[in-house]
T-cell receptor, first 119, second 113 residues
Framework: DVKVTQSSRYLVKRTGEKVFLECVQD?????MFWYRQDPGLGLRLIYF???????EKGDIPEGYSVSREKKERFSLILESASTNQTSMYLC??????????????????FGPGTRLTVL | SQKIEQNSEALNIQEGKTATLTCNYT??????LQWYRQDPGRGPVFLLL?????KEKRKERLKVTFDTTLKQSLFHITASQPADSATYLC????????????FGRGTSLIVHP
């Protein structure tokens, strides 16, 4: 059974703290993504990575950074947490290929989410 | 980039009826469209994908249609059950040729017993 796991389900941090959110997938997927989800705003892409050590900015990268040192692990870092970063954070992964052929159509597999509260 | 519109109002229906959810997009015609289900406090789960050259796709009680002229996809759940209550998201490529999906904000479905 394919799986994407996130390090915490709930996290409470203080303003100014450095926060690490970890995501691990066991499907050998090339692509990994970090989203945040807020009521009324839907899923917004923060960063994604298409290979080890590669990263691309999404729609809302400000205040965040990422790290991908190993294929299965993608970390989201909040350098100095602020209250407006209180949100649900979702990690996802997708394969770049299906049955050996490159495909744009592959579905995303999501983790359970981390609900982060910054006080 | 693609703009996606899903009804923000919850859809309330009676058990056994067919639920129909709408996804409209405004820019270029996408190569595919995906539908996901999301339960409260959980990550979305993939349900169905339909490609631009397909008019309709079925999976058990689910049916998706794709009308590139109307720039619209309809998602149907037949013989709905209370367990189908969830938020349903549609997703399209963020831009032509992209493998990065853009998600709609989702529509909440509530099936009453």
């Amino acid at each position: 059974d394919v799986k994407v796991t996130q390090s915490s389900r709930y996290l409470v941090k203080r303003t100014g703290e450095k926060v690490f959110l970890e995501c691990v997938q066991d499907m050998d997927h090339e692509n990994m993504f970090w989203y945040r989800q807020d009521p009324g705003l839907g899923l917004r892409l923060i960063y994604f990575s298409y290979d080890v050590k590669m990263k691309e900015k999404g729609d809302i990268p400000e205040g965040y950074s990422v790290s991908r040192e190993k294929k299965e692990r993608f970390s989201l870092i909040l350098e100095s947490a602020s209250t407006n970063q209180t949100s649900m954070y979702l990690c996802a992964s997708t394969a770049h290929k299906t049955t050996g052929r490159w495909s744009r159509y592959n579905e995303q597999f999501f983790g359970p989410g981390t609900r982060l509260t910054v006080l | 980039s693609q703009k996606i519109e899903q009804n923000s109002e919850a859809l309330n229906i009676q058990e056994g009826k067919t639920a129909t959810l709408t996804c409209n997009y405004t820019n270029y015609s996408p190569a595919y469209l995906q539908w996901y289900r999301q339960d409260p406090g959980r990550g979305p789960v993939f349900l169905l994908l339909i490609r631009e050259n397909e008019k309709e796709k079925r999976k058990e009680r689910l049916k998706v249609t794709f009308d590139t002229t109307l720039k619209q996809s309809l998602f149907h759940i037949t013989a709905s059950q209370p367990a189908d209550s969830a938020t349903y998201l549609c997703a399209l490529p963020a831009s032509g040729g992209s493998y990065i999906p853009t998600f709609g904000r989702g529509t909440s479905l509530i099936v009453h017993p």
